[in-house]
């Protein structure tokens, strides 16, 4: 299955782990040569299959959402309502404020991140093979440049700017809600408190760090949840691509496990989007509450 | 595996996803449902009071089934009466009927009687005369024997 003879398997695996990356350097915007490049990175294939994903989700429910009948809907806006309902009352079992975004944002996560895990199914060498050939023929590069990870949420970037985007909204409830003074209190006077003024001072400092980590720990917990599953079904799927690549036998071993293995994320794909989306909705939750 | 612009701008993206969604999705559906779902409750509750109504409705036409019923007995009772009624002055009547032409034909009976006589006697009369007059052919003066046949007449 290796796309040219030359690659082994360690090559093929990081051939297909490797974004498609453009980046600033001193020469201006190059593409696929950033190891110096730093922050000013763009991984174009990650962010392409995530807008595009996204303006899917974003398009399809809004073509239900305007044309929505009320007497008789079809089948596309039963599902629809289907997924919007589940979501809602995901939220309103768990969240008992009134807020206009959280079901909304509990809803984007869902399906965005459902639509990207998605992905994952797609087979391993479709569409590095149909970039490589577009590469090779079309813009005339050379075979080794084309580079394409197509699963967007095994790029820790794309989790971490949700669970980021989520975290700012978890400061910003925690802050509009309780008021500055009220969570910097959280913060500093719990778990640990006392009735003597001295000791209060004392405790501040450690009860600062733990609250920071615990609040700190949300959104790397959230974003490195989801990035490691889905980098850890993608590496699988390669290693079974490279085990179908080795004769008769592991090719029929292989299309098994393949297919084991894609049927297993029926379960995990749905559950990783739903475990984010029902701990965005706690957090926000507990932002709201009051102490 | 490192964190680098692409995480900013997918945050943008992030960010414009929950807006629209926000904006343009969310609502509508939601809006759609609930309109829905009262429309099931109307429903209900309708389906609910007409069933209220059709059970009001029987019950009313069974009571007046049973007043109709009620008023086509009277209504048969009164008209066997009137019937008897009828037929016992219809008998009063035809009995008078009669009896006025029994008693007509009785008078006309009698005239028909005097009529008769009277002619009778015109012609006991006539043949009294001519019986005479053969008898008095052989004798004895017209004039005379008249008396006597007119008082004779008048006797009869």
């Known amino acids: 299955m290796a796309s040219s003879e030359n690659l082994d398997s360690v090559g093929y695996i990081k051939h297909h782990l490797q974004n498609l990356q453009v980046c600033k350097t001193d020469e201006g915007w190059v593409w696929n040569q950033c190891q110096e490049a730093g922050f000013w990175t763009i991984n174009v294939d990650s962010l392409l299959f995530a807008f595009l994903l996204g303006a899917l989700f974003c398009f399809s429910f809004w073509r239900v959402a305007k044309n929505a009948k009320i007497e008789n809907p079809g089948k596309w806006q039963s599902m629809v309502e289907m997924v919007v309902e589940f979501v809602d009352k995901s939220v309103k079992d768990t969240f008992h404020g009134r807020n206009p975004l959280i079901a909304p944002l509990a809803l984007t996560i869902f399906v965005w991140v459902v639509l990207m895990n998605m992905m994952d199914w797609i087979p391993v060498d479709l569409l590095p093979w149909v970039a490589e050939q577009t590469n090779v023929h079309v813009l005339g590069n050379e075979p080794h440049t084309s580079y394409l990870k197509f699963l967007p949420t095994a790029d820790v970037n794309i989790t971490f700017s949700l669970s980021i985007g989520v975290f700012l909204l978890i400061l910003f409830y925690s802050i509009k809600v309780k008021g500055i003074g009220g969570f910097l209190g959280e913060l500093t006077l719990h778990p640990f408190s006392s009735k003597n003024k001295f000791v209060q001072v004392l405790l501040i400092p450690v009860n600062l760090l733990m609250e920071t980590i615990g609040l700190i720990a949300k959104p790397i917990s959230l974003g490195l949840r989801l990035f490691g599953n889905l980098y850890a079904a993608e590496l699988l799927f390669i290693l079974i691509a490279i085990l179908m690549s080795t004769g008769i036998g592991g090719f029929i071993g292989g299309f098994i496990s393949y297919m084991g293995w894609a049927i297993f994320h029926i379960l995990v794909i749905p559950l990783q989007a739903f475990i984010f989306m029902m701990l965005t909705i706690v957090y926000l939750s507990q932002a709201h509450e009051d102490h | ?156």
């Open chain 2, 1 to 156: 595996m490192n964190v680098n612009l692409t995480l900013v701008i997918n945050m943008i993206f992030f960010a414009a996803f929950v807006f629209f969604c926000m904006k343009f999705v969310w609502p509508h559906i939601m809006a759609a449902i609930e309109e829905r779902q009262n429309k099931i409750a109307e429903g209900l509750a309708a389906s609910e009071r007409s069933q209220k109504d059709l059970e009001l409705a029987q019950e009313k036409a069974a009571e007046i089934l049973r007043e109709a019923k009620g008023q086509s007995a009277e209504l048969v009772d009164s008209a066997k009466k009137r019937h008897t009624e009828i037929v016992d002055s219809a008998k009063d009547d035809a009995r008078a009927e009669a009896d006025k032409i029994k008693s007509g034909a009785q008078a006309e009976i009698e005239q028909e009687v005097n009529r008769a006589r009277e002619q009778l006697r015109a012609k006991v009369a006539t043949l009294a005369v001519a019986g005479a007059e053969k008898v008095i052919e052989r004798n004895i003066d017209e004039a005379a024997n008249n008396d006597m046949f007119d008082k004779l007449v008048k006797d009869l």
